[in-house]
Nanobody, 114 residues
């Protein structure tokens, strides 16, 4: 059974930082591309960042220079370090694993507010 479990979300003030984690089980993690997506209320889900099995990264323009995606294949975990958070970053953040099949986690809420 495939499971992707996100953690690390919460309430943070503007300018603050959070580190999201996504722990995967039931898949050959190192063979999967991993991505972070987000969905704000009333908006479509959008790509935040992704990382290939080889470690190449890609970022949405709106997070470049603020967010960093990384993976630890030994821990079957992908991370999203989020710095300089803005109220517009408020959303549910989802983890996705992609190879021949796609799998999604249930999401973790990130709220940026003073």
């Amino acid at each position: 059974q495939v499971q992707l479990v996100e953690s690390g979300g919460g309430l943070v003030q503007p300018g603050g930082s959070l580190r999201l984690s996504c722990a995967a089980s039931g898949i050959s993690f190192r063979q999967y591309a991993m991505g972070w997506y987000r969905q704000a209320p009333g908006k479509q889900r959008e790509l935040v960042a992704d990382i290939t099995s080889g470690g190449s990264t890609n970022y949405a323009e709106f997070v470049k220079g603020r967010f960093t995606i990384s993976r630890d294949n030994a821990k079957n975990t992908v991370y999203l370090q989020m710095n300089s958070l803005e109220p517009e970053d408020t959303a549910v953040y989802y983890c996705k694993a992609s190879w021949f099949s796609n799998y999604w986690g249930r999401g973790t809420q990130v709220t940026v507010s003073s």
